[in-house]
């Protein structure tokens, strides 16, 4: 949705958007069509990079500068900005959904299908990814993922078209989900991760009511993720129409 | 992947984030000898010499090393990111400002040419022949356009009104501007194409 403005319109607010010109509801119609429009987010990182050109060359702050950061630093060591996944619903075997979720994943517009939800030890798997992740914090091991060449990856599309959240999945079945701009939802609820194995769909994960990045992981062959918006702790079975789904791309 | 000491000066500025988020206090400082100059630089355009720009700095500074996950390399380089950050924040300080904001407005009426000069802001003698070079392809009205939204933080509603032109024109001359620049720092080979 962009609003009262078309395409054009929005195509001539790009460059003053871009430099922080654009203010008010003005400029929450631009975030609203960034969020749905890939050419124009890619337009406004490339203004940006102009203008940090202009900015260029300068010498190092002064050290007090510094050592007012590295204090910062001391004072409020950073906490785990990465939300572990919520609430974990106690063990279950697998069980067939009764509910179709139809998930359409906008680039191919294909149904990720019906999905047979099941709850696959959740505990254990939190237990066993911070395992493997010794001495490194979960922030650390989400940019080596986003930089691992043998991940897979997969945005997570609305029904009507907008990318909302991104998956990074590894080949040792560790992922991140993250967004930018996802807006929370209400305190008892909360959102879920779905991934399509097979021709089965697991729970991924309870990942609490706002989403900014959180881990999983899934054993097997992905082939789609899908997010949904359940009552807060998550679901077993979701009923739930996802709020965005993808198909998991290869490396 | 894990990083020795001795060759964080060698690393990317990707791969420098990946080790702020392992927590690396001496990557963080050679992120913060890169790029703090460029952000001081340009908090003070703004927010001139006063204790503002500086908490600009150590504000952006701290949120890349409690959210480095934030910064995605493939949308665009650290430098632009860390910019992007302080020239949001120093704009959000300024329109707060309320009185300050007015003071500046008239002296931005006043000398609206002579106090912003794109060129000056660049001391590194080859960058900055290349941004004059870029810079000069500009048309007076786009430059001025540009400067005042970009150094002088002002919405380009506010540059209509401070000189008097319609909103339509301006945000059509800081556009046409902005693609000068972009144009000509790309065939200086800087900057995306």
């Keep these: ?251 | 992947m894990d990083v020795g000491r001795g060759a964080l000066e060698d690393l990317s500025d990707a791969a420098l984030v990946v080790a702020i988020g392992r927590w690396r206090q001496d990557a963080m400082a050679e992120a913060f000898r890169r790029h703090s100059g460029a952000v001081l630089a340009l908090a003070r355009r703004l927010l001139n010499q006063g204790p503002q720009a500086e908490e600009v700095v150590q504000e952006v500074f701290l949120r890349l090393w409690n959210a480095p996950e934030r910064f995605d390399a493939e949308r665009g380089s650290l430098r632009s990111f860390l910019l992007a950050q302080c020239h949001s924040r120093a704009v959000d300080m300024l329109r707060a400002d309320t009185s300050r904001r007015r003071r500046e407005d008239q002296d931005a009426q006043r000398d609206a040419v002579s106090r912003y000069d794109l060129e000056h802001e660049v001391v590194d003698v080859i960058v900055a022949e290349q941004v004059r070079d870029a810079v000069a392809t500009l048309g007076p009205q786009e430059r001025e356009a540009v400067e005042l939204a970009y150094f002088g933080g002002h919405t380009y509603r506010e540059v209509a009104a401070m000189l008097g032109e319609p909103e339509g024109t301006i945000k059509s001359r800081i556009r046409t501007g902005m693609s000068r620049l972009r144009q000509g720092l790309a065939d200086a080979g800087m900057g995306p194409a």
Aim: glycine share 10%; net charge negative.
């Design chain 1, 1 to 251: 949705m962009s609003g009262v403005f078309g395409h054009p319109e929005m195509e001539g607010l790009l460059a003053a958007y871009a430099l922080d010109a654009v203010d008010g509801e003005e400029s929450e119609f631009v975030e609203l069509h960034l969020r749905e429009c890939p050419r124009c987010r890619a337009e406004v990182s490339e203004l940006r990079e102009t203008a940090s050109l202009l900015a260029a060359g300068h010498p190092p702050a002064p050290l007090h500068i510094w050592e007012e950061i590295v204090a910062g630093m001391g004072e409020a060591p950073p906490t785990e900005v990465l939300r572990p996944m919520g609430r974990i619903v106690p063990l279950r075997r697998a069980r067939t959904v009764r509910t179709a979720m139809v998930a359409v994943a906008s680039i191919a517009a294909v149904v990720i299908g019906v999905l047979g939800a099941q709850v696959a030890g959740l505990n254990a798997r939190l237990d066993r990814q911070e395992a493997a992740l010794p001495e490194r914090t979960i922030t650390a091991a989400f940019l080596a993922a986003q930089g691992n060449p043998d991940a897979r990856r997969a945005d997570l599309i609305s029904g009507g078209g907008a990318v909302l959240a991104h998956v990074v999945l590894q080949p040792d079945g560790t992922g991140f989900v993250w967004s930018d701009g996802l807006p929370p939802v209400a305190e008892n609820r909360t959102y879920q991760l779905w991934a399509t194995v097979g021709s089965t769909t697991v729970s991924a994960g309870v990942l609490g009511p706002e989403l900014t990045v959180a881990p999983f992981k899934v054993v097997g062959d992905v082939v789609g993720i899908a997010l949904t918006e359940e009552r807060r702790g998550g679901v077993v079975v979701s009923e739930s129409q996802p709020v965005a789904t993808g198909l998991v791309r290869s490396a």
